[in-house]
Structure formats: structure tokens, C-alpha cells
């Protein structure tokens, strides 16, 4: 992949290149590191083979070298998703390198089958290989899992010449759980709040009152005719 030497560099110069459709970058080599821009088009064909985000690229500068390098970092626009700026480090092929790899799961978990919920608690791990044997990704077979169980790291097979370096007994990578269950607010008598044990409706007690006034009348206009 040809790239070539950003002289200028800025804020300014980098939105120029974009709209040229280069992206800005820095090739962090075994020397200085060299500020560069890449064609768009060429990253996205190198980043999309088989060894996607982790895929070894020959990096020639123009007039110089092949620097066989890795993709370090890069930044995306927030709304286009476009690359817009990378980072590239050079690696030796004899060498092994710390690399991020994504775990994606396959098949279909028994438990979901019955109504449990799947979760993929992690999604990606840190792995040392040689630059050429870092995998694009690590397959989780989640077939097997019921309602209860999870999946930890120590489950998944490994290439060969690939080493995990995060705890294969402490990562969990999914787990199938029992559906929530909403309970249903309790329902309270139309047109008022439930009721404390003991307590009468306003209107009753108004209608209480009412009678207890009457009884009252009627026992002292009896006891003044005796």
C-alpha cells in the first residue's frame, strides 16, 4: 500500500486531504515516526481481507522502503462513520504483538429457545500471536448454553500460535438468563385511593354523621315531651 509523506500538517491541511479523499495519519516506525496520508480506497480494501482491523499491511512511503505494519488506532466521524485519521505501527514478522481481537458467538442457545435472554458480556480480547497469525476473529459456540449457564473465555478454541492474555476462567463472554417478569400494579377502587383498614369513604362518613346528628335530635325531643 503506497502512501505518502505529509509535510504539512495541521487541522487545515488534514480537511483538505480528506476532501481529496486521503486520510491523515502517522506511521509509528523503529526510527522517527513518519507523518503520512493514505488513499481511502486502498485502506478499506487492506482493512477488509481476511484478516480485517488486524491484517498485516505493506506500507511503502513513497520513494522508500516496505514497512510491514499494523493498524494501532484510527478515528471515525461521529455521524458518517468515515476513517479519519490512522495510526500504523511497524512490526516485525518474526516477532509476537499484542493485538485486540473481536469474539462473535455462534449458534443458538438452547435456553433461548425457551424463552431465556442471551447476553454477550464481552466482546472483544487481548491476544499475543506473530503479526501474520493474529485472527480477524474468535468464534463462541453458544449452542449448549441454558437458562443459568454462562460462557467464560476458557470455553472458546484458540489457532494455533495465538495466546490469550486476558483470565480465561474470570471472562465471561455470554450468559442466558430468565425473562423478566413486570408484576402488575394492584388495582385501588374506582374513583378513590385505597383504603387503610379501619377508614370509610368520605362520603360514608359524611352519611354517618348525618345519622348520628339525627339520632341525637330525636332522643331530646323525646326526654322533653316526658
Not at 18 to 38: A, C, N, Q, T
Not at 151 to 177: F, K, M, Q, W
Not at 180 to 208: H, M, N
Amino acid at each position: 500500500m503506497l502512501v505518502q509523506n505529509r509535510a504539512v500538517l495541521g487541522s487545515a491541511e488534514s480537511r483538505r486531504l480528506r476532501r481529496k479523499g486521503l486520510i491523515p495519519g502517522v506511521l509509528y516506525g523503529r526510527e522517527e515516526p513518519v507523518s503520512i496520508s493514505i488513499a481511502e480506497r486502498d485502506l478499506r480494501t487492506a482493512l477488509t481481507t481476511r484478516g480485517g482491523l488486524n491484517a498485516v499491511l505493506d506500507v511503502v512511503v513513497e520513494g522508500g522502503k516496505t514497512h510491514s505494519s499494523v493498524l494501532k488506532e484510527y478515528q471515525q466521524d461521529k455521524i458518517r462513520g468515515h476513517i479519519t485519521h490512522v495510526d500504523l505501527q511497524e512490526v516485525r514478522l518474526d516477532q509476537p504483538i499484542h493485538a485486540t481481537v473481536p469474539v462473535t458467538l455462534h449458534g443458538e442457545a438452547a435456553g433461548v429457545k425457551e424463552g431465556g435472554v442471551l447476553t454477550q458480556v464481552t466482546s472483544e480480547v487481548t491476544v499475543e500471536a506473530l503479526p501474520m497469525e493474529v485472527p480477524e476473529h474468535l468464534e463462541a459456540d453458544i449452542s449448549e448454553l441454558q437458562i443459568g449457564d454462562t460462557l467464560r473465555l476458557s470455553a472458546v478454541r484458540l489457532p494455533e500460535g495465538v495466546t490469550l492474555l486476558d483470565d480465561p476462567e474470570e471472562i465471561v463472554i455470554a450468559s442466558v438468563t430468565q425473562p423478566r417478569i413486570e408484576e402488575e400494579p394492584e388495582t385501588t377502587p374506582e374513583g378513590g385511593e385505597e383504603l387503610a383498614e379501619g377508614e370509610v369513604a368520605e362520603g360514608e362518613e359524611a352519611a354517618s354523621d348525618e345519622a348520628a346528628d339525627g339520632d341525637a335530635e330525636d332522643g331530646d325531643s323525646g326526654s322533653a315531651e316526658s
